[in-house]
């Protein structure tokens, strides 16, 4: 009993673990289109950036 209640606790996990780090990527994706709309409109050229790195 206590080995069926161990996996079902790693499978909870697990599964848990990957639905944060889908989130996360989509977060990712979403901030790397913020950053490549804001680099197009204000200019690759330009010395001045939209950010402060």
């Known amino acids: 009993m206590?080995?069926?209640l161990l996996v079902l606790l790693l499978a909870l996990i697990l599964?848990?673990?990957g639905f944060a780090l889908k989130a996360?990527?989509?977060v990712?994706?979403?901030v790397?289109?913020?950053w490549a709309?804001?680099?197009?409109?204000?200019?690759a050229e330009s010395g001045n950036r939209w950010y402060r790195w």
């Open 24 to 26: 996360l990527w989509w």
């Open 37 to 43: 709309l804001g680099f197009v409109f204000r200019g």
């Open 32 to 34: 790397l289109v913020i």
């Open 2 to 4: 206590v080995a069926l």
């Open 28 to 30: 990712a994706v979403i």
């Open 15 to 17: 599964f848990g673990a």
